[in-house]
Nanobody, 127 residues
Framework: QVQLVESGGGLVQAGGSLRLSCAASGRTFSGYAIGWFRQAPGKEREGVSCISAGGETIRYVDAVKGRFTISRDNAKTTVYLQMNTLKPEDTGVYFC????????????????????WGQGTQVTVSS
């Protein structure tokens, strides 16, 4: 089992940057694919990006390609989401989630068997 805590959200102007962190507890962190999701008010949750347990597979939803970068540091049991050139439509609560069941070299997006979730961090992009 793994516990996840997101941080790094905040208020930023359009065009700005934020780096989100997903800190995990548990000795088996390196065995989990990690996904980032977001949910805007009144909208369904959507997958944003994911990184496989081994780090060799990285995926992004089309809306964030070229602007967001996901990375992981297994020694620090943390996954990061660097978000650049933010837009108002990036506003929402961002969650990270862990998936133990996918193959080590794979991460599912836009959804998958993510069964451990953090509490979320708010990102607000003003125009």
């Amino acid at each position: 089992q793994v516990q996840l805590v997101e941080s790094g959200g905040g208020l930023v102007q359009a065009g700005g940057s934020l780096r989100l962190s997903c800190a995990a507890s548990g000795r088996t962190f390196s065995g989990y694919a990690i996904g980032w999701f977001r949910q805007a008010p009144g909208k369904e949750r959507e997958g944003v990006s994911c990184i496989s347990a081994g780090g060799e597979t990285i995926r992004y939803v089309d809306a964030v390609k070229g602007r967001f970068t996901i990375s992981r540091d297994n020694a620090k049991t943390t996954v990061y989401l660097q978000m650049n050139t933010l837009k108002p439509e990036d506003t929402g609560v961002y969650f990270c989630a862990a998936d133990r069941r996918s193959h080590r070299s794979y991460c599912p997006l836009p959804d998958g068997p993510y069964n451990f979730w953090g509490q979320g961090t708010q990102v607000t992009v003003s125009s």
